[in-house]
């Protein structure tokens, strides 16, 4: 696949004096890069004499180092993928080109965006991204698990109670020996697959400021919700309670696909590894909110990416235009297609939503009206502090500590943290 991405950027290009070279950056995948290309390659046609030569980097850890030191040695990329997780720390520095003034000339209309996506690469009235896909975070459930215990399918807004009787009735130990052979749910020590539940049991994990974990990680909403999530493997063991989550590498998910487990948390991201088992009728699933506790509404984190510019790119203008070509309804139409992610346009996802026979892009679709911005774009440390966010499952589920005690300990190391 990457060698097909060089090839094809190559074919035809003579390398003459008068060539311009637009360079853009990425942790993509060689198979994403590849769905970037009809956009990339319209690009390359509408701009004679332009060439677009993309300089992937793997590992995102190490991306992120390479875009920062790449700005700051004055060479830097044309246009960089930018995080959701990164937007702080760049905005903070000051490094990436305001979009918003050249949007419509660009040929892109701040308004065709979700405006709770765009929020999120936006501060104040300046736009440092053009959102190109997004997700939340969801329930999938496996329906044929639901007909064959003669459950009705869960709706969106469901609550704990619900929830629970739900993974209950389709936990399932046919032989008797105390280990289910169909499991419920899942409880994933990621803190990505668990903010929704913590956000729809009306608590928090960092004041609204964001520069405090106490009060929040600690508030008796959040212990409540916590205490409820981890009893779902503690005590009413309707999840699979491996000996050292550490050392357990996707079997949750595993399981979901093998038709052993039926409530999986999870994102849009899941549906490339599934899409064969869905067509051939194999798999059967449907998607629904995450469930909320009384007094509480449902709420998801909305984890997105955006086609940026840094503010001392060679080629200022037509790095704005390849990052709105990127980020257009054409570019996203054809993304849509590898099942990856959402289209951060309504219109263009309604229309592909439109066409799905699974019903899946209409129920993804529906949640985005629960999406919230993830505490990743909204402050500068947050890979530090969902660094420590695990430990509260593990200590919790595996050596079977207190939930307040665990949340009033993490709560103050994180504190810590936001006060560096």
């Known amino acids: 696949m990457a060698g097909l991405w060089v090839a094809v950027l190559l074919s035809g290009c003579g390398g003459g004096e008068d060539e311009i070279v637009l360079r853009m950056t990425s942790w993509q995948s060689p198979q994403e890069n590849v769905l970037d290309l009809p956009a990339v390659q319209a690009f390359e046609r509408e701009h004679p004499g332009v060439r677009v030569v993309n300089e992937p980097v793997s590992n995102q850890a190490e991306y992120r180092e ?19 997780i990164d937007v702080p720390s760049f905005a903070q520095a000051g490094v990436l080109l305001d979009l918003a003034p050249f949007a ?54 469901w609550t704990f109670d619900e929830f629970l009787r739900t993974a209950r009735a389709l936990t399932i130990d046919r032989d008797g020996d105390g280990t289910p052979e169909q499991w419920g749910t899942a409880v994933d020590r990621r803190f990505h697959t668990w903010q929704a539940m913590v956000w729809s049991g009306g608590g ?71 899409r064969a088992q869905l067509a051939r009728g194999q798999l059967s699933l449907g998607v629904v909110s995450f ?6 509404a449902p709420a998801t984190p909305l984890f997105a990416s955006g086609w940026a510019v840094p503010r001392n790119a060679t080629h200022r203008k037509l790095a704005v235009e390849l990052a709105a070509a990127l980020a257009g309804a054409a570019a996203q139409r054809h993304r849509l297609a590898a099942g990856l992610e959402l289209s951060t346009m309504p219109a263009v996802q309604a229309e592909f939503a439109s066409h799905d026979t699974l019903g899946l892009e209409r129920a993804f679709l529906a949640q985005v009206a629960f999406g919230r911005p993830p505490w990743g774009a909204r402050i500068t440390r947050f890979r530090e502090v969902e660094a420590q966010l695990p430990d509260i499952i593990d200590r919790v589920v595996i050596r079977g500590e207190p939930v307040a005690d665990v949340a009033r300990d993490v709560a103050r190391r994180l504190d810590e943290v936001l006060r560096r």
């Open 104 to 157: 419509a000339r660009a040929g892109l209309a701040l308004d065709a965006f979700f405006p709770s996506v765009l929020a999120m690469f936006s501060r104040g009235d300046s736009v440092l991204a053009f959102p190109k896909g997004f997700s939340p975070v969801v329930y999938y459930y496996n329906r044929r698990l639901f007909d064959a215990a003669g459950l009705a399918y869960p709706r969106d807004g």
């Open 66 to 84: 390479k875009v920062i030191t790449a700005i700051a040695s004055g060479s830097p990329p044309d246009v960089l993928l930018l995080d959701g």
């Open 291 to 296: 469930p909320h506790a009384p007094g509480a």
């Open 204 to 274: 928090d994990i960092l004041q609204p400021d964001g520069r405090r974990a106490s009060g929040a990680l600690d508030a008796p909403a959040t212990v409540r919700t916590l205490g409820f999530l981890t009893s779902l493997a503690v005590e009413h063991k309707v999840a699979p309670r491996p000996n050292a989550f550490r050392a357990v590498s996707g079997n949750e998910t595993r399981l979901f696909y093998s038709g052993r487990l039926a409530l999986l948390p999870s994102g849009h991201w899941l549906i490339p590894n599934i």
